[in-house]
């Protein structure tokens, strides 16, 4: 067990406790053990308090419990004023080390997972959809394979005793990081030490995560569901996570291609801000979750396995055959000619100062302290400014041609009438595109070749699947 | 971690038009228009700007704002201040720039349109009003967005109108040196020259009676139901806004008893909760419930309007009273840990009453509210003249 202590003078407290552990030990055939193991804690009740006596407790204090269960992290988190810290921890303790194990919230919980599948990833969130469908395809047959939350036919399947062997076997003492920051009490630290000695201290079994096979060629799934436009994620497995040597270059061509949520990407300006495609477009390094909610990565859903991916937010289906070409294009673009001088000073610089904002909270910081001792790598953002000061723009172009490509993807599409969609892109039917206002030869002409780019897709790699099927069965 | 300060430039009427039936849905798609750049500092150096200090930068808007917020540090906070003074005096953008953007703002709408709840909300507010610009959410109804390719001529009289400094405040928060601040905003902001146009929002007449609407919905979703009553406008001085406030709680959070009944006990329901969210004139007090059954929602819309009902009969029990005012404290506080959210929450309370001591004054009122204040403001505002009710359900069922 490991301990990470930033007491200062703040009025508030910060908890985060680490679990290295996840989905990727869900037993087979048992999808969602992690996962609804994890929301018993924290949204279960303890043996001595009931779920609805917990909130009781903790609703004056203004407090509540969150909880992230990814692939090999499972992080709760709290954050607390100071006239209630004790009290707070006395109920957390038990929440984390006595759990109730109740019935009524269990059905309560697996109600709520099976309805995050089904309503609200399936129903609710076309964009969402599209990059988890991405995630499992890209990580068939691997122990990424799964939806952190399972399946819904696994989570059916789930009772309380499976949830509670997940937590004696796999919440260990070994496997846990306890991150502390602010006004807490003198000595706490050593209390959380004593406290969390209670569980085994030993090291939980785990399955292997072995590397993720390589994509041999194109790959094209269509979920087809009602929709008013048409949401893409396409991307391929890479082997360069935080603490790999081209780490900080790739960083930099993700930022230059699409920083997340910023209108200074490639694929932002050439897509949305030129052409009125969609609301924007970006791309990625590391798996990012909920970017439609969220400005800034989550911290603690570190992997062994990552993809480079692109989002493209959603078109209007006439546009999507377009948009998937455009995208591609813009990838090739950079594969083949890699940055301008301006664009790697640029980008650099602004990796070089935005890395100080990621760390805004306690939270935040305690979250980059677990994940940059997971990686092996100095506090994020000194390993950051390091990386960055440590490029050239030789170095960074060379990078992308070693990782980056615009071939062998596998792409997602989610939208309606995508059956005929498909049926365009294995012919490569010509996808003209038309506009509102007048627009530069220079867009015209490149419209012209990007119309017509090739997608090689063989008809046996295209599949077509209703939405009603993605997350149903145990993969 | 360096200090990061932020700039908001909080705006606060939104204002719409009527003009051929179309409503001129300005506000947000001009917040866009805003990244278009002006003849000293076109959209490609602003850019560049951004992104040589690192800025992390993005904008919405509200019914009763907009805001742009900037995060950097701090070495490079006169330079951005500088660049926002110039936007918000000399923006500039060509009719191609402005019919393009109007796309994107059609894929935001696309890319918002799978959630249910942003649609109910659509139909809510126009069912519930007839004449404010409440009427539409800040996104507006499909037909008007489609239209906006055309008000070009109308986008720039709304940024000669509104973007003045009679209708903005600036807010800078971190690691800074105020009089230092004030005389960098002096210098880049200080010639900026007063408007003359007075926003007239036009009044909501009183609602006469309840109201309904149901949306089918084409894609796989549990049942929504969503109860609203007309409410009050924002106020730190008169109690009926902070009472409505706490009766959110009260009625519908987490440990409320309704809460308990239907979410944790009889598990019919798996999302519960009320929003008295303020406005600069009155709004809607509106409970939503997400409903497991079709067959169930009946039951759970008489549980919604029994629980309104029950603060107009009886007074409620002190001690909860007090663990809602402790909850509404402490969570204000959990959330000013650090320089954007302190910015954040003050863009929101200056764009009510311009001065951030509004915060304490509307604390100071939560305090002051009693039992019998409940019991007062359910009789005035929870009734069935001033009520609509909006279902979702999936179509297919």
Redesign the interface.
Known sequence: MNVIARPDSSPLVTIRLVWRTGAVQDPPGKGGAAWMTAMMLASGGSRELSFKQILDLFFPMGVSVACQIDKEMIAFSAEVHRDHFMPFYDVFRGMLLDPGWREDDFERLIDDAVNFLEVGLRGQNDEELAKEVLYQEIFSGHPYRRHNAGSVESLRRLCIGDLRQFYSEQFTGESLTVGIAGGFPPGFDKLLLSDFRTLPQRVAPTQAVPPVRDLAENELILVEKPARGVAISLGFPISVRRGHPDFPALMLAASALGQHRMSSGRLFTRMRQLRGLNYGDYAYLEYFPGGMFTLEPAQNMARQCEIFQLWIRPVEREQAHFALRLALHELERLVLDGLSTEEFERTRSFLSKYVNLLLRTKVDELGYAIDSAYYGIPPYPEYVRAGMSALTLESVNAAIRRHLRSDRLAIVMVGEGLAELREDILANRPSPMTYNSPKPDEILEEDMLVQRREIPMRVACAKLLPASEVFALEP | ??A?ERDVFAYPYDQHDFDNGLRLIIAHFFEHMM?HGTPEVP?ERY??G?????????AYTDDDRTVYHT???KE?FERILAMEADRFRNLEYP??AF??????V??????D????VNKLMEVLRDTAFDRHTYKHTTMGFLRDIEAM?RMYDYSRTFFDRFYRPEYTTLVVVGDVDPGQVRAQVERHWGGWQRGSYVCRVPAEPQQEGARHAHIPW?????PYLMVAHRSTAYSDAATDCAVLDLISYLGF???SPLY?RL???E?TV?LLWASNADHVDPYLFTVLARV?EDSDVPAVQQAILETLAGFAGQPVEAGRL??VK?????????GL????AIASTLAHYVSLRRTPETVNRLYRLYETVTPEDVMRAARTFFTESGRTIVTLAEASK
Do not use: C, W
């Open positions: 971690m360096a990061a990244f959209p850019e560049d951004l992104q040589e200090t690192g800025a992390s930068s993005n995060t950097i540090t490079d009719l191609e019919q393009t953007e109007a796309l994107a059609l894929g935001e709408y696309n890319k349109s799978a959630e249910p390719p084409e894609t796989h979703t549990l959070s987490e440990n308990e979410v944790i006990e598990q798996d497991k007090e663990d402790s909850h509404l404290r402490y969570r204000f506080a959990l840990n650090h320089s954007e």
